[in-house]
């Protein structure tokens, strides 16, 4: 049975209030680190430590709709030709489902008068959700609009593709990959509720297309509700070996097994809502890491997605902004129990300096010894 022997608060705020750290790569947010310089963290013989988070507070600065969610791949036939174009959603944050719907209307009509000249517009009521649809109004929610042409016209596009696709980066497509390779590998079908494409595959389709029996028309049709974000929880790791698991998607924007159970560095999840992320534990937390280092003196630790991705951040800087974050950690040293199973006979001391010479001294008997 462990015994605790010692507790203690380290209350930690990456906001700044002098010069930026030294440390280039961290930022405050997405990566810091705490340093305790000369009140290391230590253990003893026979000892252990626990490193526990019991509270951590911040501001959500930054989108529900981001660079890992805002993107939908569109192809279409035109003039004999195939032609292709990217939609990328205006990052920001969306009241509602109604904003997020007619948004998509129009980058698909932007979409499709880049690839094809024909200017579209939205048929009077047949965007859904509608205007104002919030979750849980009476309503489906997913996602549904006809386009028709402005003039009235035939369009004469056929072949229509809309993919949400979460793969790794799609070669054909010459743009500059952001960090982690993570462009093509994207949550846009989770907030726009159309089919995940895994792979890549020309004739997959995230929305139902149908170009109804009027030629001036195109209908696109979702499969299941929108979402205002597709981020619930922000992870946080530590440079320390831990003993945690977790299923490897987690850290990882790319396609693996989902259950396949991996060693993982995370120490604590972090719910988001729509002004603070955060949480308060008391010392039962769930969010901590025993560890067996006799001496530690730095600690990095990062936030990041469900996929391992870091917070797609407002500025290019969040040194110079107000992202920034406050937490309680709480180290604990607790004392190996023993075994009630170990032998606790005598121990025999074979070292020399325990030795003795017995001495055998003959009484003086007056015989001239």
């Known amino acids: 049975m462990s015994v605790l022997v010692s507790s203690q608060d380290i209350y930690v705020s990456t906001q700044q209030s002098g010069s930026a750290s030294a440390q280039g790569s961290d930022d405050g947010f997405n990566r810091f680190r705490i340093a305790m310089n000369s009140n290391p963290l230590t253990t003893g013989n026979n000892q252990y430590g626990r490193l526990s988070v019991t509270q951590f507070s911040a501001y959500r600065n930054f989108f529900y709709v981001n660079e890992w969610n ?5 192809n279409c036939v035109f003039g004999g030709l195939s032609k292709n174009a990217l939609i990328e959603l205006t990052k920001q944050d969306y009241g ?9 209307s129009t980058k698909l009509i932007a979409a499709f008068l880049a690839m094809t000249g024909v200017a579209f517009t ?35 596009v056929t072949g229509i593709k809309i993919q949400c696709r979460q793969y790794l980066q799609d070669p054909n497509i010459a743009v500059s990959v952001p960090a982690q390779g993570a462009y093509g590998f994207n949550d846009s079908y989770a907030l726009l509720g159309g089919k995940r494409i895994g ?9 139902t297309i149908d170009p109804v029996s009027v030629a001036r028309e195109v209908r696109v049709t979702g499969f299941y509700p929108l979402q205002r974000t597709t981020t619930q929880y922000l992870y946080m790791s530590c440079s320390e070996n831990t003993s945690n698991m977790e299923s490897q998607n987690i850290s990882a924007a790319q396609p693996l097994s989902d259950t396949h159970i991996v060693s993982s560095s995370i120490i604590a999840k972090i719910p988001l809502n729509d ?29 990041k997605d469900h996929h391992g991705r870091t917070i797609d951040t407002i500025a290019d800087s969040t040194t110079e902004g107000n992202m920034f974050s406050d937490m309680v950690f709480n180290w604990e040293v607790y004392s190996r129990g023993g075994n009630p199973h170990e032998l606790q006979a005598p121990v025999k001391n074979y070292n020399i300096e325990q030795n003795t010479m017995a001495v055998n001294v003959r009484a003086n008997t007056g015989d001239g010894f």
């Open 70 to 74: 805002n993107k939908v791949w569109v």
């Open 96 to 104: 509602n489902l109604g904003d997020i719907a007619a948004e998509f």
């Open 122 to 156: 939205v048929k009077a009521g047949t965007q859904n959700p509608i205007a104002g649809f919030t979750k849980g109004d009476t309503g489906t929610g997913i996602f549904d609009v006809v386009l028709e042409t402005a003039s009235g016209a035939a369009h004469n």
């Open 199 to 207: 792979t890549q595959n020309a004739l997959a389709n995230s929305f």
């Open 275 to 303: 002004t603070l992320l955060g949480f308060q534990q008391d010392q039962s937390t769930p969010f901590f890491v025993e560890l067996d280092n006799r001496h530690i003196s730095e600690i990095l630790f990062e936030i």
